[in-house]
């Protein structure tokens, strides 16, 4: 099940309150979608077909830890920004080394290797999402927890991706990928023809 796959539960049943029992019920529910999806120090948004860490999906995905495992909840904007370059950008997919090859477009597909902003050791693709991490980071600080200075601690790079949207009108990767296409808008699996004549 997707992590947000208790999503459709609730906005189906917007009409109504939802009592205490169900709730709680709800709530065990999602923390065991996330408990199944976690790889470690992040959470993949789905079981077989994101096996990545996803920029949005990392956001919210620590939300939904916020209150339960605070701890994994730093942990996912942690690891996510690990894969942030220099220029302040925050790829799309931050790619698992345990799940090379079980995604497309994967690593190879936009060779950002040897790229001089994208940071060593660390697999990402080419572009970013819109930032929505100042606001997850607003809302985890406002849980109350007692972690709070560890992540605040991990968050040296927070306002880069903000400036970087704002410096460059939302292109901060270096150009197009150096060896494929890039994504048609709307479409996260089907590339689109090469602007390099490929």
């Known amino acids: 099940m997707r992590c947000y796959g ?10 109504r309150n939802f009592e205490e029992s169900e709730m709680l019920h709800l709530a065990a529910t ?17 079981p077989a077909l994101y096996p990545h860490q996803w ?12 209150r339960s495992d605070f701890r994994q909840a730093c942990s996912e ?3 996510l920004f690990r894969g942030q370059w220099s220029s302040g950008m925050v790829p799309q997919i931050v790619f698992s080394v345990q799940n090379v090859g079980k995604y ?34 607003n809302r985890l600080l406002q ?19 903000r400036s970087c949207w ?8 270096a150009g197009p990928p150096p060896s494929g ?3 048609r808008a709307g479409s996260s699996r089907r590339p689109r023809r090469s602007v390099r004549g490929g």
């Open 30 to 46: 999602a923390r065991k979608v996330l408990a199944d999806n976690r790889l470690g120090s992040f959470t993949k948004p789905a």
């Open 166 to 173: 704002a410096g460059c009108a939302g292109s901060c990767a």
């Open 6 to 15: 208790v999503a459709p539960i609730l906005m189906s049943n917007l009409h």
């Open 104 to 137: 497309f477009p994967g690593y190879f597909f936009w060779n950002t290797r040897g790229v001089p902003e994208k940071p060593r050791n660390t697999r990402t693709s080419g572009i970013t999402m819109p930032p929505v991490h100042g606001f997850i980071l």
């Open 55 to 66: 920029n949005w999906d990392a956001g919210f995905i620590a939300l939904g830890y916020a």
């Open 181 to 183: 296409p890039g994504l």
């Open 77 to 79: 904007l942690t690891s």
């Open 143 to 161: 849980t109350g927890s007692i972690n709070k200075p560890r992540l605040i601690s991990s968050g040296s790079g927070w306002a880069a991706p």
